[in-house]
């Protein structure tokens, strides 16, 4: 459900920034929730150049992304990111209960052709806590937890399963509109990265089609699949609807059409997963 995050800086400039930054020396941080394989350093004037993306020229787009992960700050393994988070509420522990007890997470659970992951826990906490839904949007009586991710292999479709909370709400008892069209976008876009070269892709259009109110304090999936291909284009569907019980039909609550794009400037970035 993730895309990277772009500013307009030249590769030049940008190492230009980050050699200034190990001249002066960073502001350290600590955060809590890291692992050795995520270390923090002293790179906080770095973090944020990175964290927020640049449109990279050239050789500036690896070596930023080298020197992240030469600090520890590397993406964790889809395997990993099953086992990083820990619910420490009672909110969360019962969502985490729900999904996992669930029969259609059992159903995708047993099928070889899908790789489950849990994609905000990929990222280092660093990293994450500038992500709007890795990080803003992350927490108690929000996205509860973060969604399970089952994604086909060659970006050919993708199902996501999470818990929303009473506090992202429009109108009281509803969750706002916008939430569920970044889930579609994040969700959409994420389903056809493998369809792509280099595995990343930026959304051109995205149309939203809001079936019914999603009810607050609901589990929802995200079903997504990659409809049409050319080039650096992908063309794709999905739908979020109500996690339904065995032998009931799901109720559908929004509907999109995205079109994605890889830019050019990715044949400069190492791929990542």
């Known amino acids: 459900m993730f895309s990277r995050q772009h500013i307009g800086r030249t590769g030049r400039q940008l190492g230009r920034s980050v050699q200034r ?15 050795p394989n995520a270390k923090n350093g002293g ?9 927020f ?26 395997e990993a990111s ?4 820990i619910a420490s509420d009672e909110q969360a522990r019962m969502a985490e ?36 839904t890795g990080g803003a949007l992350l927490g108690p009586n929000r996205l509860v937890v973060p969604p399970y991710l089952w994604l ?36 959409l876009a994420h389903c056809c990265f493998g369809a792509l070269p280099h595995n990343i892709a930026v959304t051109a259009n995205l149309s939203i089609d809001y079936r ?17 291909v050319e080039g650096r284009k992908a063309w794709v569907k999905g739908h979020i609807e109500l996690l339904a019980k065995p032998g ?6 929004a509907e999109a059409n995205g079109l994605f794009v890889s830019p050019k400037y990715a044949a400069m970035l190492p791929r990542m997963s």
């Open 53 to 78: 993306g640049a449109a990279f020229g050239g050789a500036g787009a690896a070596a930023m992304w080298q020197t992240m992960t030469s600090r520890g700050m590397g993406f964790y393994s889809d």
């Open 97 to 132: 209960e729900t999904i996992n007890a669930h029969p259609l997470v059992a159903e995708l659970r047993a099928r070889s052709d899908l790789t489950e992951s849990r994609p905000h826990m990929k990222m280092p906490a660093s990293y994450r806590q500038r992500s709007l």
């Open 21 to 35: 930054s190990w001249a002066e020396g960073a502001q350290r941080r600590a955060y809590a929730s890291e692992t």
């Open 43 to 51: 790179f906080g004037r770095i973090l944020r150049l990175a964290a």
């Open 212 to 228: 019914k109110p999603t009810p607050a304090g609901s589990f929802l999936v995200l079903r997504a699949q990659t409809v049409k």
């Open 152 to 187: 086909e292999a060659g970006g050919r479709s993708l199902v996501a399963v999470t818990y929303v909370g009473d506090d992202l709400c429009g109108h009281p008892g509803i969750v706002h509109g916008g939430f569920l069209a970044t889930m579609l976008d994040e969700g």
């Open 82 to 85: 099953l086992t990083r988070f």
């Open 248 to 253: 009931e039909k799901p109720t559908i609550l």
